[in-house]
C-alpha cells in the first residue's frame, strides 16, 4: 500500500512589532464580510446569508467525522519514545493534569509491564480522578495484559507488527498465531470490565486480506476500537482514506489512527482519516515521538479548528496550548519551532504592506486562526523596508500622536530607507515617529523635508548620548 513497500507576552525577538487589538473583524465580525457594515449587512448590497466555511465537511457525506472525534494523547506513551525524553513522575502528572485541563478524551501512558517505575507512574496516574480515559498500550501478550489490568486503567491498547517486514524481522510470528493470541488477550482484557483497543502495526505496508480479515475477527468478538498504525510514517492522504474508508465498510467498531510524521504527512493524514470515518486520533504534543514523531497536538487541532471552529473551541480550553507546548518543550529540553501551528512566535504576525493593511481593516482576510481564541494576539511588524503607511498609522494612533495621511507616508518612507540599512526596533520606529510629530507640530518640518528631518534624528540621538546641541 505503500509507494516504497518492496519485501501572551511578548515573545522574543518582536521589538519591531506592533500588538494590535484583536477586534470582531472576523467573517461574521461587526465590521466584517456579514457584519453591520459589511457585504451582507444592513447597509450593504445583498440580503444577509450566512457565510458557507469553505473548510467545513460536507453534510451529505454521513461517514465524515470532522466534526465528530476524540483524541487520544501519547505524549507519556509515544512521547516518551522521543530521544530526548526522560519524564520523572512528578513531569508525568504535570503533563497528565494539564492535557486533562486542556480536554483530551484519552490519555496513553507506556506499558507498565516496560519496567516497574512504568507501572508505578500508570497506577499514580490512574488515582488522579482526571476527566480524561487512562489507557496504556501493551504487546498482544497475555502477561502485558495481566500487568495492565491491576493498575487501575480505563482501558487498554492491544498491538502487535502484521507487516511482513515486522512478522519476518521482529516477532517472527505468522496471522494465524496472531489472530489466535489478540482473540485471547481481547477477551481477557474484556472479562476485566474495561476498555480494549486492537491495532496492527505497519498496517500500511501489511496484506490487505490479512487486516481486513483480523480486523473482521476482533469486532466479532466486541472491540471497543480498531487502530490503524502508519508506523514508518510512509502513507499519503490517498492511502489513509481508501484504507480507512474499506475498514469503515468491515467492521461496526470505532477506528483509531496513529500516524507517524517522517514525510510530514501526520496531520493531513489525520485530517483524511476523519473524512474517511475514522473516530479517534493519537496525537503527543510537538509531535514527540519515535524518530520525528506523530501528529502533533496542536497542528492537528489548528487543523480541526478551520474546519468547524466553534465545535473544536466547545471541547477544549485553547488558551492552555501554549502552556502545555512549553511545559513539554521545557522537559525534552527543546525549543518550540517557530513555525509551529498557534504558538510558533511568527504564527499571527504580519510584515508585508499590503498584508499589514488588510489584516488591520479585517483580520480575516489573512487569518484562518483567531489568535484570540488561543489566548494569543496578532502582531503587526513594521521597522523594515516592507513596511506600509497603514501599519505605521497603526502605530502612530497606538502613540496616540496626531498626523495626517500625508504626514505618516513622508515618516514611512524615513522608516523604509533606515530599514534598507538595518531592521529598526520598535524603540527605533517610536522615537523617530515622536520626532516627527515635535518637528510638525513646532513649525520646523514639513512633508518631504528630508534634510530638516535627518537634523532632527541627529540631534535626538546625540541628546539621548548627552552629547550638547549645538545653537
Known amino acids: 500500500?505503500?509507494?516504497?513497500?518492496?519485501?501572551?507576552?511578548?515573545?522574543?525577538?518582536?521589538?519591531?512589532?506592533?500588538?494590535?487589538?484583536?477586534?470582531?473583524?472576523?467573517?461574521?465580525?461587526?465590521?466584517?464580510?456579514?457584519?453591520?457594515?459589511?457585504?451582507?449587512?444592513?447597509?450593504?448590497?445583498?440580503?444577509?446569508?450566512?457565510?458557507?466555511?469553505?473548510?467545513?465537511?460536507?453534510?451529505?457525506?454521513?461517514?465524515?467525522?470532522v466534526s465528530n472525534f476524540k483524541i487520544i494523547e501519547s505524549?507519556?506513551?509515544?512521547?516518551?519514545?522521543?530521544?530526548?525524553?526522560?519524564?520523572?513522575?512528578?513531569?508525568?502528572?504535570?503533563?497528565?493534569?494539564?492535557?486533562?485541563?486542556?480536554?483530551?478524551?484519552?490519555?496513553?501512558?507506556?506499558?507498565?509491564?516496560?519496567?516497574?517505575?512504568?507501572?508505578?507512574?500508570?497506577?499514580?496516574?490512574?488515582?488522579?480522578?482526571?476527566?480524561?480515559?487512562?489507557?496504556t498500550h501493551i504487546r498482544c501478550h497475555m502477561d502485558d495484559a495481566r500487568i495492565a489490568v491491576e493498575t487501575g486503567v480505563d482501558g487498554v491498547d492491544?498491538?502487535?507488527?502484521?507487516?511482513?517486514?515486522?512478522?519476518?524481522?521482529?516477532?517472527?510470528?505468522?496471522?494465524?498465531?496472531?489472530?489466535?493470541?489478540?482473540?485471547?488477550?481481547?477477551?481477557?482484557?474484556?472479562s476485566k470490565g474495561i476498555e480494549v483497543r486492537f491495532s496492527t502495526e505497519d498496517s500500511f505496508r501489511s496484506d490487505l486480506v490479512d487486516l481486513l480479515s483480523i480486523y473482521q475477527t476482533v469486532d466479532k468478538i466486541g472491540v471497543n476500537r480498531v487502530g490503524i498504525a502508519d508506523t514508518v510514517g510512509c502513507a499519503n492522504p490517498r492511502q489513509v482514506y481508501e484504507l480507512i474508508r474499506t475498514l469503515r465498510g468491515v467492521v461496526g467498531c470505532d477506528i483509531e489512527v496513529h500516524l507517524h510524521n517522517d514525510t510530514g504527512m501526520a496531520i493531513a493524514n489525520a485530517y483524511t482519516a476523519l473524512e474517511a470515518g475514522a473516530t479517534h486520533i493519537d496525537t503527543s504534543v510537538l509531535g514527540i515521538g519515535e524518530r520525528v514523531g506523530i501528529t502533533p497536538l496542536g497542528g492537528l487541532v489548528a487543523c480541526m479548528y478551520a474546519a468547524n471552529p466553534e465545535y473544536v473551541k466547545s471541547k477544549y480550553n485553547l488558551s492552555m496550548l501554549r502552556e502545555i507546548e512549553n511545559l513539554v518543550a521545557e522537559a525534552v529540553e527543546v525549543n518550540v519551532p517557530f513555525s509551529n501551528p498557534i504558538t510558533g512566535y511568527v504564527?499571527?504576525?504580519?510584515?508585508?504592506?499590503?498584508?499589514?493593511?488588510?489584516?488591520?481593516?479585517?483580520?480575516?482576510?489573512?487569518?484562518?486562526?483567531?489568535?484570540?481564541?488561543?489566548?494569543?494576539?496578532?502582531?503587526?511588524?513594521?521597522?523594515?523596508?516592507?513596511?506600509?503607511w497603514n501599519a505605521v498609522k497603526s502605530r502612530v494612533e497606538q502613540l496616540g500622536l496626531t498626523l495626517t495621511d500625508d504626514e505618516i507616508k513622508d515618516a514611512t518612507a524615513k522608516i523604509k530607507e533606515l530599514a534598507d540599512v538595518r531592521t529598526q526596533s520598535m524603540d527605533d520606529?517610536?522615537?523617530?515617529?515622536?520626532v516627527y510629530h515635535s518637528g510638525i507640530q513646532s513649525g520646523v518640518l514639513e512633508v518631504g523635508q528630508k534634510e530638516a528631518l535627518d537634523r532632527l534624528l541627529k540631534e535626538h540621538r546625540e541628546a539621548q548620548r548627552g552629547v550638547p546641541v549645538a545653537a
Open 1 to 65: 500500500m505503500c509507494p516504497t513497500h518492496t519485501d501572551d507576552a511578548l515573545p522574543e525577538g518582536k521589538d519591531n512589532m506592533v500588538a494590535i487589538e484583536n477586534k470582531p473583524n472576523g467573517v461574521n465580525g461587526t465590521n466584517g464580510v456579514n457584519g453591520a457594515n459589511g457585504v451582507n449587512g444592513v447597509n450593504g448590497h445583498a440580503p444577509d446569508v450566512p457565510r458557507r466555511n469553505p473548510y467545513a465537511p460536507r453534510a451529505s457525506d454521513f461517514l465524515n467525522n
Open 75 to 135: 505524549t507519556l506513551r509515544e512521547g516518551e519514545q522521543f530521544a530526548n525524553a526522560f519524564f520523572d513522575t512528578k513531569t508525568k502528572i504535570a503533563i497528565a493534569r494539564a492535557l486533562d485541563s486542556f480536554g483530551v478524551e484519552y490519555l496513553e501512558l507506556t506499558s507498565p509491564a516496560a519496567s516497574e517505575q512504568s507501572r508505578k507512574d500508570c497506577e499514580a496516574i490512574c488515582k488522579l480522578g482526571l476527566k480524561a480515559k487512562i489507557l
Open 158 to 190: 492491544v498491538v502487535i507488527g502484521t507487516s511482513s517486514f515486522l512478522r519476518e524481522f521482529s516477532h517472527g510470528k505468522d496471522m494465524t498465531y496472531i489472530t489466535k493470541t489478540a482473540i485471547e488477550v481481547i477477551n481477557f482484557v474484556k
Open 347 to 388: 504564527a499571527f504576525t504580519h510584515k508585508a504592506g499590503i498584508h499589514a493593511k488588510a489584516i488591520l481593516n479585517n483580520p480575516s482576510t489573512y487569518e484562518i486562526l483567531k489568535p484570540e481564541d488561543f489566548g494569543l494576539t496578532r502582531y503587526v511588524s513594521i521597522g523594515h523596508r516592507l513596511t506600509g
Open 429 to 434: 520606529v517610536d522615537s523617530l515617529l515622536r
